[in-house]
């Protein structure tokens, strides 16, 4: 695992230096590199995290735990990520009246994807009350 952690962060210092470089002569192809790098970060680590998801799955259906909610948590963190990573591209190009404008969307997918949770969890307290 250190070895491929060596491997993602060389690789980010190489596109980062590379899209600064290319920053001073074309603004905009210094963008698409920052964005490609995150595209292939981002497959990697869909790679790397699909056999914990499965054994999280695992441990919560072990423990009784309907899968609705576990799509859901996996949900509200693949919205977490996203979000975070368009809200630093657009930091980067200058654009931070769009990072706010991400961020704000981001808080309201996850309150909406939430609301299924915080439902079991009130009945859950009703049927103890």
Known sequence: MVDNCLSVAVFCISASI????LRRYCREQSLLISLA?????LGAF?????????????LFSDAGISSGYIGLIF???????????TCDICRDSGETALASGAEMWGRGAITV???PIVE?????????L
């Open 46 to 58: 869909v790679t790397m995290i699909h056999p914990v998801i499965r054994q999280v799955e695992e």
């Open 75 to 85: 949900k509200a963190a693949a919205i977490c990520f996203i979000t975070q990573i």
């Open 113 to 115: 994807i939430a609301l």
């Open 18 to 21: 590379f899209a600064v470089l």
């Open 120 to 128: 079991a969890l009130v009945d859950m307290i009703n049927e103890f």
């Open 37 to 41: 790098g995150c595209a292939l970060l």
